[in-house]
DNA sequence: GATAAGTGTTCTGGATAATAGAACAGAATC
DNA sequence: GATTCTGTTCTATTATCCAGAACACTTATC
C-alpha cells in the first residue's frame, strides 16, 4: 500500500500544489517559507508546472491553472456510474426544486462527482472535487451501510471519527448503529448534523453483483421539509433516481 | 516563459499523468513502454502518485484518481467569472432547452469551465476542463476578437491555425477576417465548422477595463435553428445572458 | 504438467539531477 | 537615496532517481 521507494522530488512538487490551492495566488517566497524548501527550489518547481500548464504567473504570483480541470474533469468523464448517474441527479434537482448531490468512495473519503442547483436550492459550499468525511453526511452513510463491514473498520482506522458537529455520529458505536437504521430504511437521514437547519436524504446506488456504486441525494432546508417529508415524500424521490441509475447501469 | 531549470523529474511525473488520461486503466510494462522509461521507474512514481491520491491501483492496474478533480474544482471555484456565470448559463440551457457552455482562455487555448444541458439538448463529447483551439469555435472566436491583436499574434504563434474540417478557419487572414465580422455583429457564429450540422452561436463577457474574460455559448442541431433564429432569437439570448453576468462582475 | 513468457515488485550503487546558498536586478517603502 | 523587500540566475555538492538484474507470481503454450 505504502510507496516502498517514494519519488522525493514528486512529493515535493505535490506538496506545492495543495500549498498553492490552500493559500490561492501567492508569491516564491510566501510558498518557501510554508514549505520550508529553498526559493530557488520553489521557482525552478514552479516554471517547471507553468510549462505544463499546470500554474500560471501574473505579475509576480503564481496560482494553480485549470490543467488539474482537464485531468480530473476527463477521468471523471470516463467514469460510467458519473455518465449514467448525471442526468438522473439533474431532474432529482430540476423536480424537487433543491439540491442534488452524487458522492462515490475513494480512499475512504467521499468525493462529490456532482452538484445540481433547483429553482429554489440552498448554496452550500460543496463542489465537484470536493472530499468529505464519510461518516458526517448522510451520501456517505449511505455508501457505508453497504460496504463489507470489514472495509467499514478499514476507513474508521484510515480516516477516523472525528465529530463535526456535537449532533453528529462520534464514536464507532453510533456510527453502526445508524448504519443498521440506513439499511433497514433502504436510505440515510442527515437532520441537521452537517449543518444546522439542513436536511438531507441519501439513496445508495449498487451494481448488479450488490456493491455500492456510490450515492445519491437532495439537501433541502428544514423550513421546506416537514418531518412527513422527511420520511415520506423526498426519500421515495431520491430513491427512485437511484433506481433508475441502477436500472441503466445494469443493461 | 520557459523553464531555466526545469525538475525533470517532475515532468516525468507529469507525462505520466498524461499517458495515463489518454490510455485509462493499465499496467506498469505498458506505462513504461509508452514512455520509454524503465519499469521500476514508472512503479516508484506511479506509487508515489497513489499515497497521495492522485493515482488508484485496482489489481494489477492503474488508473487516475478523483484528487485532479479536487484541485481543478477547487481552483475553478476560486474564479469569480465562474461563479458569476454559472447560474446564466444554467438558465440559458434552461430557457432554449439546448446546450450552453462557458470558455476562458488559458494560455492560448479554450478551456470549457462547464456546460449545462436543456431538455433537448445535443451530447456533444465536450466537458469541463477539456481544451480547444480558440479559433475553431464560435466560443474561442468570441474570445479572439476581443484580445489585444498583439495577444492574438502570439497565440497563432504559439498554437498554430489547424483547420480541424474543410470549413473550418484555416489561415491568419481568414481568423482576421472573422473576427472583424464578431465585433461587427458582437456575437460569434459556428455553422457548422467544427461538426457538421451544429450550429453555435457565443457571446464575449468583458470587465468594466473592456478585458475579455471568457465566452457564453449556446449549441444546437441546424434542424433546429432557423436562419432567422441564427441572427434573430439566438443571439439575442446568449447576448443578454453575457450582459447580465457583466453587470454581476462590475458589481 | 512442465516450460516459457508474461506480469508487478524489490533491490542496489553509480550516474544524474535537485537544491541550498550566494549574488543579482528590480520594485516598493520609508 | 538607502533599505528591504521581491523574483530570478548561477554553481557546486549533496541527495536521489533509476537502469538493470533478480524476484515472486500468474498466465500461456506445447
Chains 1, 2 share one sequence.
Do not use: W
Not at 506538496?15 to 520553489?42: W, Y
Not at 516554471?47 to 477521468?75: A, I, R
Not at 470516463?78 to 449514467?84: C, G, N, R
Not at 475512504?108 to 436550492?121: D, F, I, N, P
Amino acid at each position: 500500500m505504502d510507496a516502498k521507494h517514494p519519488v522525493r522530488t514528486t512529493e515535493k512538487t505535490l506538496a506545492l500544489v495543495e500549498e498553492l490551492m490552500d493559500r490561492g495566488p501567492c508569491g516564491v517566497t510566501e510558498l518557501a517559507n510554508g514549505l520550508e524548501m529553498g526559493k530557488s527550489a520553489v521557482h525552478n518547481h514552479l516554471t517547471t508546472l507553468q510549462k505544463h500548464g499546470y500554474v500560471l504567473k501574473t505579475g509576480d504570483e503564481y496560482q494553480l491553472g485549470l490543467k488539474f480541470l482537464e485531468v480530473g474533469g476527463s477521468t471523471r468523464k470516463s467514469m460510467e456510474f458519473y455518465q449514467v448517474a448525471e442526468p438522473e441527479v439533474k431532474s432529482l434537482a430540476n423536480e424537487t426544486g433543491e439540491l442534488a448531490n452524487l458522492l462515490v468512495e475513494e480512499q475512504g473519503m467521499g468525493v462529490y462527482l456532482m452538484r445540481s442547483k433547483g429553482e429554489e436550492a440552498v448554496d452550500l459550499d460543496t463542489y465537484a472535487g470536493l472530499r468529505t468525511y464519510l461518516h458526517t453526511t448522510a451520501l456517505g452513510k449511505a455508501i457505508l451501510a453497504h460496504l463489507p463491514e470489514s472495509r467499514v473498520e478499514e476507513i474508521i482506522e484510515r480516516r477516523g471519527l472525528e465529530r463535526k458537529t456535537p449532533r453528529s455520529v462520534g464514536s464507532r458505536e453510533e456510527l453502526f448503529e445508524a448504519l443498521e437504521g440506513v439499511r433497514d430504511r433502504g436510505y440515510a437521514i442527515d437532520d441537521g448534523e452537517r449543518l444546522e437547519g439542513l436536511r438531507c436524504i441519501a439513496a445508495p446506488v449498487k451494481d448488479s453483483s450488490d456493491e455500492v456504486l456510490g450515492a445519491i441525494s437532495v439537501s433541502a432546508p428544514a423550513s421546506r421539509v416537514s418531518d412527513d417529508d422527511l420520511h415520506g415524500r423526498l426519500p421515495e424521490r431520491v430513491l427512485s433516481a437511484a433506481n433508475v441509475v441502477e436500472l441503466n447501469i445494469n443493461y
